[in-house]
């Protein structure tokens, strides 16, 4: 494969330093803890899983993988469409390798992924690509939503499915929200409120955001 092929990366994102990753992950793994144990997931177990007669242990149901980011622009090594020129936009080139502060907004879980939102600045926009919403085939209103919109972390994916799907997930859950479902409050935990949103779909908006360091950088994986 020539170079030229080759240069792009896997993909642009910001990327979790070490100190912070141990802190949110620690956090989702205590919600998760938490919401297998509450009587609500259990009433809406059958939503959650086919296998309904069994009890889900979430920690075990999602498998975490790799360094935690938040993928600004997925480039394929250089095949995924706007690739090219997502990587020669002038924000993404100065600030390639600074450090930014992510506020993670929410937390959330489906049958088949748990993530954080994240809720970026107007200064982070600025490395959001335009098109990161245009997703209508697979979540029809997500192009009426404001761009950041799916900016997300990916905390961990049930067996076989792949991470974007974290964003699609929270796509969804924003898509409803637009639409006016503000969710059924289920109950005040300790980091916030959580909402369900029917079939398997839950979200802890925090009480306090989680601020995280995170590096602009890329994964050539
Ligand atoms: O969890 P994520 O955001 O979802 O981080 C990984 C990363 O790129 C490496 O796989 C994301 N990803 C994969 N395919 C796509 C895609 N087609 N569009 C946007 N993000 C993608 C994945």
Same mark, same amino acid.
């Given at each position: 494969v020539p170079l030229e092929e080759t240069s792009l990366p896997l993909f642009f994102g910001w990327f979790l330093l070490p100190g912070i990753q141990d802190k949110v992950r620690c956090t989702s793994m205590d919600f998760l803890k938490t919401l297998d144990t509450l009587e609500a997931f259990k009433k809406h177990l059958p939503d959650f899983t086919v296998e309904a007669e069994k009890e889900v242990d979430l920690e075990q149901y999602f498998q975490a993988n790799g360094v935690l980011h938040c993928t600004t622009k997925f480039c394929d090594y250089g095949k995924a469409e706007g690739a090219k020129e997502y990587a020669d936009k002038l924000a993404v080139k100065e600030l390639y390798g600074s450090a930014f502060e992510l506020s993670l907004s929410a937390l959330f879980v489906t049958p088949r992924t748990v993530g954080a939102r994240v809720s970026l600045s107007e200064d982070q926009l600025t490395?959001?690509?335009?098109?990161?919403?245009? @997703?209508v085939s697979v979540v029809?209103?997500?192009?009426?939503?404001?761009?950041?919109?799916?900016a997300h972390i990916t905390l961990g994916c049930a067996?076989? @499915?792949?991470?974007?799907?974290t964003g699609f997930d929270l796509l969804e859950i924003l898509a409803l929200q637009q639409e006016g479902?503000?969710?059924?409050? @289920?109950e005040e935990m300790e980091l916030g409120s959580l909402a369900y949103y029917g079939k398997g779909r839950w979200l802890l908006s925090l009480r306090e955001p989680i601020s995280a360091q995170a590096c602009f950088s890329s994964l050539y994986g």
């Open positions: 490395l959001w690509p335009a098109d990161a919403e245009e @997703v029809p209103a997500a192009a009426t939503l404001p761009a950041g919109s799916r067996e076989g @499915v792949e991470p974007q799907q479902q503000e969710g059924e409050l @289920v």
